[in-house]
C-alpha cells in the first residue's frame, strides 16, 4: 500500500504565497507521475500541475508563471510553490502519484486534499 499526506494549506491574502507539500510512503519500488488537482465548491476536479518521472512540467493556463511544481526523490515528495496567489485559486488541492510497488505492481493513489483559501 501507498499512503499520499498533504499539507502546507491556509488562509492567504492576495498576492500571497504558499508551498504545498505532498509526501509518499509505503510500498513504493518506483513513483512515474505526480501532480496536484483542485477542486473548488460546485466545480469539477482539475489538473493543476504535474511532473513525470523524468522531471518534465506541465501547469494549467490559469497558473502557469504563478506555481511551480517541483519534487525530491529521496524524500518521495512532491511541492507546489504557489505565487501571486488570488481568490480563484481557493479550492481544496489533491496530489495524486502512480508508479510501481516493490512487487512491481502498479499504483495509483489521492491524498486526502488541503484547504486553500484566498482572501482578504
Known amino acids: 500500500q501507498v499512503q499520499l499526506v498533504e499539507s502546507g494549506g491556509g488562509l492567504v491574502q492576495p498576492g500571497g504565497s504558499l508551498r504545498l507539500s505532498c509526501a509518499a510512503s509505503?510500498?513504493?519500488?518506483?513513483?512515474?507521475?505526480l501532480a496536484w488537482y483542485r477542486q473548488a465548491p460546485g466545480k469539477q476536479r482539475e489538473l493543476v500541475a504535474s511532473i513525470t518521472l523524468v522531471g518534465s512540467t506541465n501547469y494549467a493556463d490559469s497558473v502557469k508563471g504563478r506555481f511551480t511544481i517541483s519534487k525530491d526523490n529521496a524524500k518521495n515528495t512532491v511541492y507546489l510553490q504557489m505565487n501571486t496567489l488570488k481568490p480563484e485559486d481557493t479550492a481544496v488541492y489533491y496530489c495524486?502519484?502512480?508508479?510501481?510497488?516493490?512487487?512491481?505492481?502498479?499504483?495509483?493513489?489521492w491524498g486526502q486534499g488541503t484547504q486553500v483559501t484566498v482572501s482578504s
Open positions: 509505503g510500498s513504493i519500488f518506483r513513483i512515474n507521475n
Open positions: 495524486n502519484a502512480d508508479g510501481l510497488t516493490t512487487t512491481f505492481r502498479t499504483w495509483s493513489y
